[in-house]
């Protein structure tokens, strides 16, 4: 299932919530190395929603000598659901 979010810094977010990745289709600053170029579609592991209602995003797991390295980017709050 899909779903699009908007921050309250004004990037949009598109959620592949089937196939587990997520991407940013469009913000107001530059997208961190992390979440890639706007519409890269970027594997996820996990989406946590916080407290302030942001987004815990733990990227899937890579592995350095067979040991596990855990990457995650917090967003600012979700303001509006999309779809």
Same mark, same amino acid.
């Given at each position: 299932s899909f779903m699009k979010v908007? %921050?309250? %810094? +004004?990037? $949009?977010y598109e959620i592949d919530d089937t196939r587990k990745r997520i991407r940013r289709i469009s +913000?107001? %600053?530059?997208? %961190?190395?992390?979440?890639g170029e706007d519409g890269q579609w970027k594997d996820?592991?996990? $989406?946590? &929603? &916080?407290?302030? &209602?942001?987004?815990y995003i733990v990227w899937k797991?890579?592995?350095v000598d067979e040991k596990p390295i855990f990457r995650a980017t917090l967003t600012s709050r979700i303001i509006k659901i999309l779809s």
């Open positions: 908007e %921050t309250e %810094t +004004g990037s $949009i +913000g107001t %600053t530059v997208p %961190t190395p992390r979440q996820f592991h996990s $989406i946590l &929603n &916080n407290e302030d &209602n942001s987004m797991v890579d592995y």
